[in-house]
T-cell receptor, first 115, second 114 residues
Framework: GAGVSQTPSNKVTEKGKYVELRCDPI?????LYWYRQSLGQGPEFLIY????????DSGLPNDRFFAVRPEGSVSTLKIQRTERGDSAVYLC?????????????FGPGTRLLVL | DQQVKQNSPSLSVQEGRISILNCDYT??????FLWYKKYPAEGPTFLIS?????DKNEDGRFTVFLNKSAKHLSLHIVPSQPGDSAVYFC?????????????FGAGTRLFVKA
């Protein structure tokens, strides 16, 4: 079956621009997570959705970051006024149900480079 | 403040021998621990997990050991194979204090030499 997909795979933008990163979770998975992975680090939690609602957005670094999941499936991570420090791999994961013991399945990530 | 630490950035092992990857954590409320494996240009893939009520979980060539008193866990791979060469992330979560948030270590790159 299809896994988690993310588009684009790579995104190069200029400082100050707006970007959108898309995640298509595994069909039927109700929980969706966004992570950010900087070079030499592990994935860092950003936000978690249960259905359409953001159940935990405590990892979003500031108000330039926002994510939506309007129909409980596809999610979009939006970054306004991008900064060079936003350069990282943005990973999306989904799980069948909510719960910290549910296996999260990761997409390949979107590599964002802010010049 | 790093709650999950993997102090060895890399590890090199001969094919057929045992690989031991280590992880330390600071939050005593963590109740679930996981290991993920990551190949270049791919997302992390779940490998094995252990609940805090256990001290060992085994799945084929992979065994995870948990020492709660030392706040330490380890992943043993035996025998190691060249295809095991990847970055391994240790991760932990606590439903009571962190909801569904999973905290990852920085990873250990394993090289298995043929």
């Amino acid at each position: 079956g299809a896994g988690v997909s993310q588009t684009p795979s790579n995104k190069v933008t200029e400082k100050g621009k707006y970007v959108e990163l898309r995640c298509d979770p595994i069909s039927g998975h109700t929980a969706l997570y966004w992570y950010r992975q900087s070079l030499g680090q592990g994935p860092e939690f950003l936000i978690y959705f249960q259905g359409t609602g953001a159940a935990d957005d405590s990892g979003l670094p500031n108000d330039r970051f926002f994510a939506v999941r309007p129909e409980g499936s596809v999610s979009t991570l939006k970054i306004q006024r991008t900064e060079r420090g936003d350069s990282a791999v943005y990973l999306c994961a989904s799980s069948r149900a909510p719960g910290n013991q549910e296996t999260q399945y990761f997409g390949p990530g979107t590599r964002l480079l802010v010049l | 403040d790093q709650q999950v630490k993997q102090n060895s950035p890399s590890l090199s092992v001969q094919e057929g021998r045992i690989s031991i990857l280590n992880c330390d954590y600071t939050n005593s409320m963590f109740d679930y621990f996981l290991w993920y494996k990551k190949y270049p240009a791919e997302g992390p893939t779940f490998l094995i997990s252990i609940s805090s009520i256990k001290d060992k979980n085994e799945d084929g060539r992979f065994t995870v050991f948990l020492n709660k008193s030392a706040k330490h866990l380890s992943l043993h791979i035996v025998p190691s194979q060249p295809g095991d060469s990847a970055v391994y992330f240790c991760a932990a979560s606590s439903f009571l204090t962190g909801g569904f948030k999973t905290i990852f270590g920085a990873g250990t790159r394993l090289f298995v030499k043929a």
